[in-house]
């Protein structure tokens, strides 16, 4: 058998051969990161191994802070122009900070205070 791989030296090479494919789609795949691996943040594109996936409307987003996700995905309030980090108020079809913003732009049911409910 001069120059031939015998029968188990060829099923050796072709485990190792499905074995480093197998790593390699696993590390490309984003939904099984590996421990090592570094992902990059999409806003400031700093590499860092505690990155973090967001899923807005069914896109995956990475980011390295919280500060980076706020800063892409966060609203911002339609009256004032702030980020809305906490739960906002939805009105008038967009967000606003807080009940004192969304009550400017004419949401009067809105209230920020029980005692500031309108008499029925
Ligand atoms: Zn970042
Ligand atoms: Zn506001």
Do not use: W
């Not at 001069?2 to 485990?15: H, I, M, S, T, V």
């Not at 992902?39 to 807005?56: D, P, R, S, W």
């Not at 995905?73 to 900070?97: M, R, S, W």
């Amino acid at each position: 058998m001069a120059g031939g791989l015998g029968e188990d030296q060829k099923q050796a090479r072709a485990a190792r051969t499905v074995g480093h494919v197998a790593r390699f789609v696993a590390r490309e795949d984003p939904l099984f990161p590996q421990e090592d691996s570094m992902a990059k943040c999409e806003v400031c594109g700093n590499e860092y191994y505690l990155a973090f996936q967001v899923i807005t409307a069914g896109v995956t987003h990475t980011f390295d802070s919280f500060e980076c996700a706020i800063h892409k995905l966060a609203p911002i309030c339609d009256h004032c122009g702030c980020k809305v980090v906490g739960h906002g108020i939805e009105a008038n079809g967009t967000f606003y900070c807080s009940a004192h913003c969304a009550h400017a732009e004419g949401a009067r049911s809105i209230v920020d205070n029980a005692e500031h409910v309108p008499a029925q």
